[in-house]
């Protein structure tokens, strides 16, 4: 069965500091590697996407990838309070129709 | 730009009765659509997906079913609602090779 690995946390950090998530994979036929952002009661929005190995960043996140160990990790920098909530991690089903393989998520809590 | 709205945002639902949620998504033609249901500090379960109008395809065995009668509108039912049928219920969709899934606000289901 395909399966997506996330440490359920709560991985709790002070403000400023770098938050730094980790995800790993079982389908090595996997392609596409997502981080989603779901603050407690609404829905997951997307945050970073990554099709290749090595780091890909946007402002204070940065996302890395390594297929040949099928891990993927969300770097978060100058961690603010405003970034506590759960962190999906999804990868593409090798099945097709876009569809994704969802981790259980990784709660974040940053205090001041 | 695309928008997707679900609704309602909430429902109380007596064990029995049965049940409508209805997704629709503007602002893009032909896209592909997904149901998801999150329990309770769960993950994501991808329930059904449709690649046009008319194609389901699920993931599971239960008591629900859905259907696409337009394209972009996307309808999850169910006849008899049972209690562990409670949950966030959740519209993504998708659209080109990138393999990206966009949320909508979700149905938050309580079945008493």
């Known amino acids: 069965q395909k399966e997506v690995e996330q440490n359920s946390g709560p991985l709790s950090v002070p403000e400023g500091a770098i938050a730094s998530l980790n995800c790993t994979y079982s389908?090595?036929?996997?392609?596409?590697f997502f981080w989603y952002r779901q603050y407690s009661g609404k829905s997951p929005e997307l945050i970073m996407s990554?099709?290749?190995?090595g780091d890909k960043e946007d402002g204070r996140f940065t996302a890395q990838l390594n297929k040949a160990s099928q891990y993927v990790s969300l770097l978060i920098r100058d961690s603010q309070p405003s970034d506590s909530a759960t962190y999906l991690c999804?990868?593409?089903?090798?099945?097709?129709?876009?569809?994704?393989?969802f981790g259980a998520g990784t709660r974040l809590a940053v205090h001041p | 730009s695309q928008t997707i709205h679900q609704w309602p945002a909430t429902l109380v639902q007596p064990v029995g009765s049965p049940l409508s949620l209805e997704c629709t998504v503007e602002?893009?033609?032909?896209?592909?659509l997904y149901w998801y249901r999150q329990a309770a500090g769960r993950g994501l379960q991808l329930l059904f997906y449709s690649v046009g109008i008319g194609q389901i395809s699920s993931e599971v065995p239960q008591n629900l079913s859905a259907s696409r009668p337009q394209d972009r509108q996307f309808i999850l039912s169910s006849k008899k609602l049972l209690l562990s049928d409670s949950g966030f219920y959740l519209c993504?969709?998708?659209?080109?090779?990138?393999?990206?899934?966009?949320f909508g606000p979700g149905t938050r289901l309580t079945v008493l």
């Open positions: 602002g893009t033609s032909n896209p592909n």
């Open positions: 389908d090595r036929v996997s392609q596409s």
């Open positions: 993504a969709w998708s659209q080109g090779g990138n393999n990206e899934q966009f």
């Open positions: 999804a990868v593409t089903d090798s099945g097709g129709y876009n569809k994704l393989i």
């Open positions: 990554i099709y290749s190995n």
